[in-house]
Each structure stands twice: as C-alpha cells, then as structure tokens.
C-alpha cells in the first residue's frame, strides 16, 4: 500500500511540475509576455524596463526557474487592478466559491441521488424516463442560462429572491441552483448505473434468495454500495464546481474566485487570470490524488495494478 | 408418502428485447426428490441448470418467464404462490448456495451482520438472539474462533471459509431442501474435499435434502444419491447414481463419464466429446445433442425423443432407449 | 495513401449501413435546420445583424405589444433585429462547433493511437501530459488562453481543440489498447508490416467509431464552452453574433423584464446541444455498443 501511496505521489508532483510548465510556456510562447505581464496603459519606456525585470530577455529555462522559485513561496503577482498579492486576493474569496460549490452539492445530491435510486428500482419503467429526461436537459442546458432565467422569473416577475450580492441565506438560493443542476443530471445518471449495477450483484441475489424483503435489500444492501463511486465522483465535482462557477458568478455577481477571474479578465489584470488557472489546475490534482487513494482503500484490487 | 420436492414439466425461457427471440432455457424437465436425499444436476455451462436452480426458487431475472410445469415442495404448488409467500419460504424452507463466495457477501457488511440478517426476518430474533444464534452457526460450519470470525469482513476471510459462511447463512433456518449451484468450483482443491464433507455432515445432521449443481462427475458420484443430467435445456438422463455410472443409457451421459480421466488408463489421450454445446437460441431440429453423438441414427435428426423409462427410476430421452432391452446397455 | 482513404471509406461505409431503426428524427432536423440556416444565413435573415437601429430598441417579439412584423422576434439594445443575429449566430456556433471539435478529434485521435500502439516511454509522456492537461478546469484555461492570445473566432477555435483534444487522447488510447491485442494487428505484425502502416491502415478505421461518437457528445460540450466564453466577453468579439454574445447583452435588459433577448438565444443553444446529443447518444448505441460507457 505504501508503494502504492508513494507512486501516486510522485505521479502527482509530476502532474503539478507540468502543469506549471505548460502555464509558463504558454504564456512566454503564444503570447507578449511583456504586453500581458504588465499594467494596461503602460508606455513605451515602461515597457522596456519591465522586460529587464520581469528577466524577459534572460534564455528560458532560466525564467522559468524565476517563476518556479516565486511560485513555491506562494508569490503569484500583484493584482494589478486590486494592487494586492493574488494569493491573498484569492484566498479571501475562496470562501465564497466554496460556500456556493456546498450549496449546489448538496442540491445536486439530494435530487440527483433520489432520482437515480428510483430511475434504477423502476427501470424502464415511468421514473425512468423521466430521469432520462432530466437527465438529458441537465446536460443540455448552460448553467448561466439556467440561472438568466431564473433571475427573469424568481426576481423580475415574481419578486421572490435577489438577483445579485450575497450576505443572506436568500441570496444563494439561484446561483447554487444554477450552478448544481448540470451535476444534479450527471449525478442522478452514475447514481442510476451503479445501483443498477449492484442490483444485478450476486450479494444482492443472495440477499433475495434469503427471502429479504425487497425493500429492505434495495435499502441496506444495494444504496451503500451504490453510492460509493457517487460520492468519489461528488468529491471530485466539488472541486470542478469551484472552477466552473466563473458564469453563474458572473450572472449573480457572486463575490467568488469565479467573479475574481471575470475581473481580472475585464480589467486586463493578467497575473489574476494566470494565478487562478494555476491554482484552479492544483486543486484538482490534488483531489484526484485523495481520490485515487481512497478507492485504493476502498477496493484492495487496485493497489496492485500498474 | 408424497416427495419433498415434485417437478414435473417444467420449462423457462428468455424472451429477447420486442419479444423476438425466444430462448427455452428449461424445457420439458421433469424430477423428484425424497427428504434427506441428494440430487445431483449434471450439464456443461449452458445447459440450464443454473436457470433450473433460480425457476425453483422463482427469482427469475427480468425478460425470463415461466412458461410451463408445476413445482410442488412439501404438497404446495410454488408456482402460483404469492411473492410475500414465496419470500417467506425463500431463506426459510429452502435455501440456495450461489458459486463465488467473494461475490455472495456483501463486503460492507460483517460475517455475523449477513448471518443474523436471515433469522431476524425469518425468525424474528432480537439483535442479541440472533447475533448469539449466528456463532453457533459458524461453529457448526466448522470455523474456528467463532467470536472473533463474527465480526470480520468478507475480505478478510480466506475463500474457503466464506463458503463456509455462505452455508451457515443457508442452514440458519433450518430449511428442508438446499440448493448448491457449483459450490465448490470457486474453491481450491484442498479446500473443496473439505467442504463436501461439511455438506454431508450437515445433511445428516438435519435430514436436509439437497440439489446438487455441479459439471463434475466426480463430485456427483461422491455426494449424490440420484443424478440427472441436462443438455440443451432438457433433462437427457435421470436415476440413481450407482445405475447411471454403471449403465448410462444416453450417449452424452456416456461421453461425460468416459472424459473423467482414470487413473490406471493406459490410453494416450483423453477422450473429449466432438463439437460444442449449441446456442440455446437455435437449437438443432430433432434432439438436441444429434450433432455430437456418435451413435446418432435418421430418426434423431428430425424427432425429438421423450422421456422414456430404461429401468425402474431410470429414464433418458434418447431413442436408443427404445431399442434396447432394459438393463442391457451396451457401453458405447 | 492508403490509410486515409481506407479510413474516408469506413467512414462512409459506416453511416451508409446505419439503418433506420430508432433514428433520432427530431434531433437531426433540427441540427439540419441549423446548419441550413448558418449556411444560407446570407438569403434567410431579414436584416444584417450587426447593423442597428438606434431609435428602434427593445422592441419586443411580434406577438407581444408593443412589437411589430418588421422584426419578428424583437429588437436588442442597440436595435438590431434578433431574429437575424439568431441565425447569424447558427453559423457561429456551427463554425466554431464543428472545427474546434474536428480539430481537437484530430489532434487527440492521432495522439491517442501514438501513445497507445508505441507504448513504452511515448505512452508514458503522452499520457502525463494528458492527465496534467485534463486537470486543468476547462473554461478556466480556455478563459486563461483567451487572455494570453487575444480573442477572435479563429482563435476561439483553436482554444476550444486546445483544451477538448484530451477527451478524445484518453478514449482512443483506451481503445487502441485492445486493439492491439487483435489477431489481425498481430497478423499484420507477423507479416512485416512497419508499425506507421499498421496504425494507419488497422488501428485507425477502427477507433473511427470512438472517435465520431466522442465527437458528437463533445459537440455540445464545445458549443456550451463557446457561449460561456462569449458571454463573459472573452469568446467571438462583437459586433459579431454570437448565441452566447445575446446572452451577455441580453443581461442588460434583464431587470428590465426584455426577456426575449434572453430566453431566444438560450433556447437556440439548448436546443443545438440537446440535439447533439441525442444524435451522440443514437450513434453510440448503433456504432459499437460497448462504447455505452462513454
């Protein structure tokens, strides 16, 4: 098990060393770097002095060793917009994103689990198809659309809930709808096929054929072990949530990293835009790590694979 | 005095997706079983021996129907039973071994969880009662320190030792007829001698009956009191074991025994039996196994034969059976 | 060149031989509508759609009051006709759709055959790169992109198969992973044949499936992007029109109850990627139906 925790760790700083080359290079290769790393409405002269700063005529491997070192002490840039580190920028609103990314979890499991539940017990039956329908639309329909029209008719027409800021319980009412709809399909339809999958176990036809009530098998025997893989899923979409979220913050003004980022776009404040990504890309490495891990714990075969 | 179990015509089949496709999964099966006695249900995979097994106990999966027969167990006719009364029955009057162990118990759950789950249905037991009615049980499977086995996961017992557990789940409320589908195949070798014997020890112990699934001969010839042997969804052969093993009367049941390989044989190869089992889907006109018999005639290309009687309790469904005297098969 | 026109031919072979049954009708009428629209945009829609009339805005569908014939599905904020930028946007999003998804089914089609035929330390660097790559959030990097490179439609375009073609690498890996285990693959070995031939004339046609499969679902997914991407004001610039632009305009009126600047694009996209996938959905099911994992 160790080995296997080891080389997954190893994997993973890999992946993260990557991700910040492949960052770095894209930025110093497609782009002006010296356009981009710089204020808006600098001058000519400006310019030329950042490049000797910022080290842009240095060979690149050497810039890159520049970036890596002031990446590790927690130095993404200075916001030029805010004037402040990005880090700690973005640490203050992460607390944000991550309240709304709970909110529309939790949305998104107590439908999406139900229903699935319910679309496997009766398959191919009424429930089902109408799951398939839902399902259908969840993955189909834009989550800031979703929540457009949702300002159109909780806010304009009925007046029911605000349409922008956040400070009470009201405010995430939409934005965590919004926002959770899409895995709200995508969860109902894993948690479908698992709970089909487990239903055609042989623990679950020994359970019968012990003459178990039928819904008594379908609630010990087969929800626990179907909602496994949901809930690693669900850990991973956590994480996902935080980063898709740039839209339906947006539309609701939500003060989120998504918000920051549709800022910093705005404002042309590029090391915002940069640092998001990085810190964006780091989050979920490192949650496919824990991830990986734990179904190793949970499912003894994959320790050994590889 | 009447059978434990009477089956009599019995066929299932599979109907494929918009009800194209029929498939006689069981066809035309036929068989009793006194108390206390062991019968062994002998066929390649395909056969439709497993769909036999889950017939009786009516747990068909979705697409499956019972399209003929009469199952009759202790004078009762299963198969216009209710569901309520059949769950009643299923775990409590009789109950099944699957083949995989590993695959049988719930891993979430504990050893003692899955054991105490049957009697606190059936039999309504308190938590303690059954928690303390399950270690006896796994005693009586013949584990060692029950009290700390009880609290153990699936995974964390050896595969011999959850078959064991498998069984105790089965003897928990003391049915009247076990059905054993391949129990020991998932098994070591070493481990399986053992097993069989705890089985017998246990139908002696509580005048079980048993249905006995299995492909190996060897197994049967061990363990069972009457055989009978499937192919295609019918039931080729049927009788006491001593008489088949000494005369069988259908050429596939010859085959089998003949592919056992023997200590002391001086041939140079095994003898396998010539082709494949074929696809219950589409099977061959006439009888079934026509296209592998080496003794095949005109007449078992075009008609099926019926069951036919050779001896007393003897009875095979082939046409040869026709033209031999009684009790004077010759071995093929 | 053997191998591509082996696969062309495959490829029309397949849809040839597709029969009817349960074919997705609605869904391929309406994807077919659109693409109708987005080519003939020019003929079919009544106004030029980057063109407004000042004193003519907000105005409201012709059902409603206050709307007139004139502009049948209303005006936006600076008086254009909307059903005009609707269908000018059909071919936007068609454009951008079709090549951001070819591009990327290109690229991660190519790679994934690479990395899984060679094997070895091809596969091992490949792959890295893919995880790494399909850890980054989506959007967050085509947004990150769109800030390094600047938007334009054509660039838009090659963001989008930049941050999609690793769906596809993994998939057909995974793909020509089993295949490679085939005795015709092996047979072709025996034979002599160099491993460029055999991933151009064995493999290739046959992770074609995977690959026409992925590409339909990952049409809508591409599309969604591009509308997200133009409504935070980093996709398709303006005045072009694009379905997601309306969006971001229509959010202008939104408080002041215009709803059909945002409802009407909306729908357009929805039913665009419904329509995909549903068509995907048909397909996989018809192509190869062990693909149902996808």
Redesign the interface.
């Known amino acids: 098990m160790k080995r296997f925790i080891v080389k997954r760790l190893g994997y993973s700083l890999l992946s993260l060393l990557l991700l910040t080359l492949i960052i770095f290079l894209l930025v110093r290769l497609t782009g002006d770097p010296s356009v981009l790393l710089v204020e808006p409405g600098a001058s000519k002269e400006d310019l030329v002095a950042i490049r000797a700063q910022l080290g842009l005529d240095r060979p690149l491997w050497v810039q890159y060793g520049q970036f890596m070192s002031s990446l590790l002490r927690g130095d993404f840039g200075h916001s030029f917009y805010y004037r402040t580190p990005v880090f700690e920028l973005y640490l203050s609103r992460l607390p944000y994103s991550l309240a709304l990314a709970l909110a529309a979890m939790a949305f998104s499991l107590l439908v999406g689990i139900p229903s699935g539940i319910l679309a496997a017990v009766y398959v191919n039956r009424w429930w089902d198809s109408a799951g398939k329908i839902f399902a259908l639309l969840g993955l189909s329909l834009p989550s800031f659309w979703v929540g457009l029209v949702m300002i159109l008719f909780f806010s304009v027409y009925l007046g029911w809930l605000p349409s922008s800021g956040s400070g009470t319980a009201l405010h995430i009412v939409m934005p965590a709808f919004a926002l959770g709809w899409y895995f709200a399909a995508a969860h109902m339809r894993l948690t479908r096929s698992s709970m089909l999958e487990v239903l055609g176990s042989e623990y679950v036809k020994l359970a019968r054929l012990k003459g178990l009530p039928e819904k008594f098998v379908i609630a010990k025997h087969a929800f626990k072990n179907a909602l496994i893989p949901v809930l690693t899923l669900a850990g991973i979409n956590l994480v996902i949530m935080v980063n898709v979220a740039v839209v339906v913050e947006t539309v609701f003004a939500w003060p989120g990293v998504g918000r920051l980022l549709f800022e910093g776009i705005s404002f042309r404040d590029f090391p915002v835009v940069q640092a998001t990504v990085l810190i964006g890309g780091t989050m979920i490495v490192i949650v496919n790590f824990f991830v990986d891990i734990l179904y190793a714990v949970i499912d003894p075969r994959i320790r050994y694979e590889r | 005095m009447s059978a434990l179990l009477e089956v009599s015509g019995l066929s299932t089949q599979y109907v494929g997706a918009r009800g194209t496709r029929v498939t006689r999964a069981v066809d035309d099966v036929s068989f009793t079983l006194e108390a206390g006695r062991t019968l062994g249900i002998v066929g390649e995979s395909g056969s439709g021996k497993t769909t036999l097994a889950l017939t009786l ?1 009516r ?1 068909l999966p979705p697409g499956a129907r019972i399209a003929a027969g009469s199952v009759r167990f202790e004078g009762e006719e299963l198969l216009h039973k209710p569901e309520a009364e059949m ?6 009057r009789i ?2 071994i ?1 083949q ?1 162990p590993m ?7 504990t050893v003692g969880d899955q054991i105490a ?2 009697l606190r ?2 039999e309504h037991m308190s938590r303690r009662g059954a928690w303390t009615r399950a270690r006896e049980l796994l005693g009586a499977v013949n584990i060692a320190a029950p009290e700390r086995r009880i609290g153990e996961y699936p ?1 964390e017992l050896s595969g011999g030792m959850r078959q064991r557990v ?1 069984g105790a ?1 089965a003897i928990a409320c003391g049915p009247k007829l076990l059905i054993a589908d391949e129990p020991t195949t998932s098994l070591d070798l070493t481990i399986q001698a053992q097993y069989l014997q705890l089985l017998r020890e246990i139908q002696r112990e509580r005048g079980l009956a048993m249905i006995f699934i299995t492909h190996n001969l060897g197994i049967v010839a061990k363990m069972c009191d009457a055989v009978a042997v499937m192919y295609a969804g019918r039931l080729v052969e049927s009788g006491p074991v001593r008489r088949i093993f000494d005369a069988p009367a259908h050429p596939y049941t010859q085959a089998l025994i003949e592919s056992i390989p023997r200590f002391g044989d001086t041939a140079s190869r095994l003898t396998a039996i010539e082709g494949q089992p074929p696809d219950p889907a589409a099977l061959p006109p006439g009888c079934a196994f026509h296209p592998r018999c080496p003794l095949v005639m005109d007449r078992c290309r075009v008609e099926a034969p019926p069951d036919l009687e050779v001896a007393a309790a003897h009875r095979a469904r082939c046409w040869l059976a026709v033209e031999m005297p009684a009790g004077a098969a010759a071995k093929g | 060149m053997n191998g591509s026109r082996t696969a062309s031919l495959t490829v029309a072979w397949r849809f040839a031989s597709l029969r009817v049954e349960g074919f997705p009708w609605i869904p391929a009428l309406i994807l077919g509508v659109i693409a109708l629209l987005a080519v003939f945009a020019d003929v079919v829609a009544p106004y030029n759609p980057e063109v407004g009339v000042l004193g003519d805005r907000f105005r409201p569908p012709a059902w409603q009051a206050g709307g007139s014939e004139a502009h049948l599905l209303g005006t936006d904020h600076v008086g254009r006709d909307v059903l005009s930028r609707l269908i000018f946007g059909a071919r936007v999003s068609m454009v951008v759709g079709f090549t951001a998804v070819i591009v990327a089914g290109l690229l991660g089609t190519t790679l994934g055959i690479l990395s899984g035929y060679l094997g070895g330390w091809v596969d091992q660097v490949i792959m890295r790169v893919t995880d790494t790559w399909l850890a980054l959030p989506a959007l967050t990097f085509a947004i990150f992109l769109a800030a390094v490179v600047g938007p334009s439609m054509w660039n838009i375009v090659i963001i989008l198969a930049a941050v999609y073609w690793t769906r596809y690498a993994r998939v057909i890996r995974g793909e020509v992973l089993s295949l490679r285990e085939r005795d015709f693959v092996r047979l072709a070995i025996v034979a002599g044949c160099s491993k460029k031939t055999i991933m151009r004339r064995h493999i290739l046609p046959n992770v074609l499936n995977s690959a026409i499969v992925l590409g339909t679902l990952m049409l809508g997914v591409v599309i969604v992007t591009e509308a997200a991407l133009s409504f935070l004001g980093v996709g398709v610039p303006p005045p072009k029109p694009a379905w997601g632009l309306m969006l971001a305009d229509g959010k202008k009126g939104l408080m002041a109850g215009y709803w059909w600047l945002t409802v009407l694009p909306g729908v357009c996209i929805m039913l665009m990627v419904l329509s995909a996938n549903l068509l995907g959905d048909w397909l996989r099911v018809k192509l190869d139906p062990q693909l149902r994992q996808l």
Do not use: C, Q, W, Y
Not at chain 2, 87 to 92: F, Q, S, T, V
């Open positions: 106990m747990l769950r009643a029955l299923r775990g409590k109950a099944m699957l995989d695959a049988s118990l719930n891993p979430l759950f789950e049957t249905v059936h995974h498998v789940i």
